[in-house]
């Protein structure tokens, strides 16, 4: 069956430390991946879009890599800052559909 | 640009009533918006595809009857949850699609919280 899996559901960091989040799938063959922002009670906001001939993808302070050997995507946040403080997701993009993993909430302490 | 906006923003309703929400995309046409529904802790799940002038696609599993949806014009959609009951209780999302280059991209609203009691 198709499966999105997001590394962890929680991270907390420090201020200033980079996260990296994890979105591996199976059974999927996207021709583009996602990463969204969500902030409680908010709906999606789109950050950053990967084709799959692309390896990586920079945007101010994030960076996405993609891997469809591995089939990952690592998604990266560099100096970050409390206001990084969200629930982050990916999303796979088939068929003009999107189909999310379930999220990893960051957390980053001043 | 490219905003979409959702009414209400939260509903809290009794258990056999039916409650609409719309949704908008305010500084575009969508030809198509879809409808996502979010449980606490979970993805969002993709309920239907909807076409402006069409009927709407469903995914497996959800209620086509229950969950009514109407696309009238290129930026308006609605849901109407059915009969709701307390497990219909979660946070439904609209995204409207827009063409970019080779790519259909999706926006979001902000979502509208149902509560049935």
């Known amino acids: 069956s198709q499966k999105i899996e997001q590394n962890s559901e929680a991270l907390n960091i420090q201020e200033g430390k980079t996260a990296t989040l994890t979105c591996n799938y199976t059974?999927?063959?996207?021709?583009?991946l996602q990463w969204y922002r969500q902030d409680p009670g908010r709906g999606p906001v789109f950050l950053l879009l990967?084709?799959?001939?692309?390896k990586e993808k920079r945007k101010e302070r994030l960076k996405v890599t993609f891997d469809t050997t591995l089939k990952q995507s690592l998604f990266h946040i560099t100096a970050s800052q409390p206001a990084d403080s969200a629930t982050y997701l990916c999303?796979?993009?088939?068929?003009?559909?999107?189909?999310f993993g379930a999220g990893t909430t960051v957390t980053v302490r001043a | 640009g490219a905003v979409v906006s959702q009414h209400p923003s939260w509903v809290i309703c009794k258990s056999g009533t039916s409650v609409k929400i719309e949704c908008r995309s305010l500084?575009?046409?969508?030809?198509?918006m879809f409808w996502y529904r979010q449980f606490p802790k979970q993805s969002l799940m993709l309920m239907a595809t909807?076409?402006?002038?069409?009927?709407?696609?469903?995914e497996q599993g959800v209620e086509k009857d229950k969950f009514l949806i109407n696309h009238a014009s290129l930026t308006l959609s609605t849901l109407t949850v059915t009969s709701a009951h307390p497990e219909d209780s979660s946070f439904y999302i609209c995204?409207?699609?827009?063409?970019?280059?080779?790519?259909?991209?999706?926006?979001f609203g902000p979502g509208t919280r149902l509560t049935v009691l």
């Open positions: 995204s409207a699609s827009l063409t970019s280059g080779d790519y259909n991209e999706q926006f």
């Open positions: 059974n999927y063959s996207p021709a583009y």
């Open positions: 990967i084709r799959e001939n692309e």
């Open positions: 999303a796979l993009v088939g068929d003009y559909k999107l189909s």
């Open positions: 500084d575009f046409q969508a030809t198509t």
């Open positions: 909807s076409n402006e002038g069409s009927k709407a696609t469903y």
